[in-house]
């Protein structure tokens, strides 16, 4: 069987061994499996790295675990909120007009997963010169995300830009992969009903779940054994609502054996450790490898997710986060309003309203009363369902058979 070729085409696409975003890497793995040729084209540069590659040419080639990846050089910057980032995205997008096509194999396939969507016009071109089929992957909505989340005029010159280029990616993609369940609806409000469309979640690597780490004893020492613990782990942005379980920490302050844990870094901390100034029950903890989150995990009652109260996310989300606390097996709070929530799908936790310190204080109450042996059914349930539904393997093999067909 001939292999079929497939470029990622992804700013953000990192591995274990830099950091996030890991969602194309563990696909690729096992695209590998299933016979296909992976090259990942991405910056050398993220605000999300923890590691960045070491890159002194224009473009460098690297083999990770059987993928190439192809490294764009770009500038660093210092945080998500920099306006080098947009330099970064600029040129980015111009390198992709001069990509060292003699070394990359000819795709099949491209599937262009942006953010901000100007990398589109190059991968557009670049599926006209190959006559390849063009995949456009939504992971976040964008310009809505930065509309609404960002506080950004419909009207201003670039965000109409970004409008622009999201257009042209869903009328000239052969096919939509996006990670929101409900996207669908979002074409179908934008006037594109009868668009291709597949959803492909973010989920779980299964063998990498089995290599943790143990946490390290500076962070382990930190959290204490005797407390009814509720975590959440990763990025402390806007769009995560941590100010909300901040308030619902203080609600709770009488109750000194429960303790909420932010473990993290993000352009939020800062503001989210001074409203938490004075309550010894809200804990800051600094951001972990990846493959230390299980062993944290293994030390809390409960997880906490939650999100903007914001119309953008009626379309669903996917966040990483919430996979690996299902994984972990524990009861999660899920702040979220979305019209479909997993977490009421897998019966894995309480659901409650967005932006609501005092629903959330009432979850953490509620699952605090529970027996252990209640909370372990919930955390069982959540274990079961991602394995069952979420594991980078049976995405992989969904995401194949849509191939096929094109």
């Not at 709770?252 to 909420?260: A, E, G, M, S, V």
């Not at 100034?277 to 230390?292: S, T, V």
Request: hydrophobic residues 35%.
């Amino acid at each position: 069987m001939v292999k079929k070729n497939i470029w990622i085409i992804n700013e953000y696409a990192g591995s274990p061994y830099h950091g996030m975003e890991f969602r194309h890497y563990y696909l690729g793995k096992e695209l590998l499996k299933l016979g296909y040729n992976v090259t990942i084209i991405t910056a050398s540069y993220s605000h999300l790295f923890k590691n960045p590659p070491k890159v002194k040419d224009r473009f460098e080639l690297e083999k990770i675990d059987g993928i190439n990846y192809l490294w764009i050089k770009v500038p660093h910057y210092s945080k998500s909120w920099d306006k080098k980032r947009v330099i970064k995205w600029l040129l980015f997008t111009y390198s992709l007009f001069k990509l060292p096509l003699n070394k990359l194999p000819k795709p099949d396939y491209i599937i262009i997963s942006p953010m901000e969507t100007l990398p589109v016009l190059p991968s557009y071109k670049l599926a006209k010169k190959y006559d390849s089929k063009l995949i456009f992957e939504v992971k976040d909505i964008w310009p809505l995300s930065i509309i609404e989340l960002g506080n950004y005029s419909p009207k201003h010159p670039f965000i109409k830009l970004l409008k622009y280029f999201e257009d042209m990616a869903i009328k000239k993609s052969d096919l939509i992969v996006s990670v929101l369940p409900n996207y669908g609806e979002y074409l179908k409000d934008n006037g594109y009903k009868d668009k291709n469309f597949i959803y492909i979640p973010n989920g779980v690597d299964l063998e990498d779940m089995e290599r943790t780490e143990p946490l390290n004893e500076d962070i382990k020492k930190q959290i204490p054994m005797n407390k009814f613990k509720v975590a959440y782990t990763g990025t402390v942005g806007i769009a995560n609502a941590l100010e909300y379980l901040v308030e619902a920490g203080k609600i709770l302050k009488d109750y000194k054996d429960i303790l909420i844990l932010i473990v993290g870094e993000g352009g939020e901390k800062e503001k989210l450790q001074k409203m938490a100034e004075g309550y010894d029950n809200i804990k800051f903890l600094p951001a972990i490898p990846k493959r230390q989150v299980q062993s944290l995990l293994s030390l809390v009652d409960a997880c906490y997710i939650g999100l903007k109260n914001k119309h953008l996310f009626k379309y669903g989300v996917s966040p990483n986060k919430i996979f690996d606390y299902m994984y972990a097996g524990k009861p999660i709070i899920h702040s979220i309003n979305t019209k479909i929530d997993i977490v009421t799908m897998a019966n894995c936790g309480i659901s409650t309203k967005a932006e609501n310190p005092n629903a959330i204080a009432e979850a953490i109450l509620k699952l605090y009363n529970m027996s252990q042996g209640e909370r372990k059914k919930l955390g069982e349930n959540g274990k079961k369902y991602v394995i069952e539904n979420h594991s980078y393997e049976k995405l992989a093999k969904r995401l194949d058979e849509v191939l096929k067909n094109y």
